[in-house]
């Protein structure tokens, strides 16, 4: 564990997140005293000006509009923020524009994309996920806020917290995978980590949880496809990371792209009023998806901009990123009398008390330090590496094959990611520079200096359908005691609007896996994905399969770490791996509907031709140690409103070796006034466990762990007859019950 885990991990046992949204604290008070004095200075133009955010030029997110005018209206205080700028004197100069010409010498904020680094890179956040360690997510996202807040940026547009169902999708890699109970976790863990616990450690910066929202729920996977659900499904699984990123002060909100039963979200007061500034109470401000404002044209939702301007900031969209439709219309909109200036007045304000929040009224230049020793130091390194380690899932691994010894005579590195620099490093990666990236082959280098021999060939490419490097790769594996093959996705195969309708390995990879197979040596395969992949094709032909995700930085050091047994793998799928793309979407957390799947059992759902369970579920993960579980106990066979009840069960690690294993709680409602999912995660521990050694593991469960959205949409919990499932993955087996009474 990195130094940084063991403090955050401390953090963590001792500190519980100061909740906000609630109750003003007395510095509030005092930012908003400041907000409202400058407030009773400003015009209505004055205000419209915070509420527009145009782009630079240093990321391509988006469709560029004309700012060739971008310097005069920083000046005149038309612009509240610029995003995808890069690099503090450029961030410097725009600053000094703002704060010495603009009407009130408001500052600009600064926005990123900063997902998984800001130029130390580390693990895509849906592998980061995998590892369940909660320290060290926060330390990755404390590490990249540093590293941010050191050259200009003081917002990020991160945590990510869509819940993510279907692996055809895009995005599913900038998420923390398919449950809200983990992904709620997750999500308070980056926004603690990017603000610093509440803005109490240095370096911090303003986190943008997103997308709101449910655009992981599009129409056959499709980003930016049409969303539709019940308000009691909106609610019980993809708006409770949200809450929980809320809750935990997370300053801003990005709304998504996608409509949600016929109303966009970008002007969907439901979301942005009702629930998130009402029910919610949540003093932070709202940013549009890139140019999701005038998109509500192309939704058929507004009949030109003039409307979808009207329309968003009425539904509580606060400032418009790259549309230009506040710029353009508010102030004509407001003398219409079609938006009220008190939103107009409250969307500013919004925006004014995260600037002030931020410091940057004391001090607009606090994001411009730009010191050269932040980025990219030892420490932030060590970090990307224990946290690649710690993200690794093991899926597999025949005859213990895994872990190889460092005196292998000799190891075939095969395969189109082994020495890749680039594609790891494609996805949402800010500054991180590819030159920087420690590959697979070169891990193994680090790691093995001359103690073995290692024969490289690269075999093919992801996705072309060239064989001329099979004969190679085939007479290297021949040559070999072993084979790594370093197989997987590009990097341009996930993140935004990168869709796919097949999940399995592109282009000639599954072949050179068969035929590297054929050769009779043993096949261990590093998988590099963004999402769930469908293996079932070829897993059988490979010995052990590493999934590596899309590692960063320090990848191939941590594999080195993995593969030679530095390291004991511990990560656990927060993702299910389908058996076969027709399957998607498929999770654990699914209704029994009522012909539940029984073998042999005619009419009970099934399909001809695939099981109904995924390859791997969620949850699964293997060591090197195993793990065994018994002794699963209540201490009640009944729970009330009132009192609570422990769930204990031993785990012995029966390996031998030291070995970490995540626990995971499982509770499945019986029976409910809506039907109810057969199981769903409410707890789990990471445990470190001796070889040999017996541990006892307890949780504690009250009726407020069980409280749901009812039908009658109330949140609460139904009595009833319950199961516990305590276990190594949601295939757990090991069950209990108890009635709420
Ligand atoms: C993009 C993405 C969003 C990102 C924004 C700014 O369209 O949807 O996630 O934060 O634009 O780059």
Redesign the pocket.
Known sequence: MSKLSQLLFLGYALASNAATGGVTSAEDNRIYQRVDALLARMSLEDKIGQLVQQAGTD?S??VLQDYSNQIEDVKAGRVGSI??IAGADKIRALQQLAVENSPHHIPLLFGY?VLRGYRTTFPVPLGEAASWDLAAIEGSARIAAVEASNEGIGWT?AP?VDIARDARWGRVMEGAGEDPYLGSLIAVARVNGFQGRNFTQSGAIAACA??FAADGAAVAGRDYNTVDMSETELREIYLRPFKAAAEAGCLTF?NA?NEISGVPSTANGLLNRTILKGEWNWPGFIVS??GSVGQLIAHGFAKDGEQAAELSVNAGCDMD?CSNAYRDHLGKLVKQGRVDPSLIEDACRRILYVKFKLGLFDDPYKFCKNDPAISLSAEHRAHARDMARKSFVLLQNEGQILPLSKKTPTIAVIGPLADNRFDPMVSWSALGDQKHTITLLQGLRNALGDTARIVYEKGCDITEGDRSGFSRALEAAREADVVIAAMGEPGDYTG?NRNRTELRLPGLQEQLIDELAGTGKPVVVMLYCGRPLVLSSWQKKASAILCVWQPGTEGGNAIADVVFGDMNPSGKLPVSFPYATGQVPVYYNHKSTGKPYQLGVPWTTRYLDCPNDPLYPFGYGLSYSSFAYAGLALSSRTLDASSSLTVSVEVSNKGLRDGEEVVQLYVRDLVGSLTRPVKELKGFKKIMLKAGETAKVSFTLSSTDLAYWTRSLEYKAEPGEFKVFVGGSSAATLEQSFVLN
Do not use: Y
């Open positions: 990321a997110t988006g995003l995808n994309d547009f990510m997103k997308h990005m792209f998806d890139w990123m935004e």
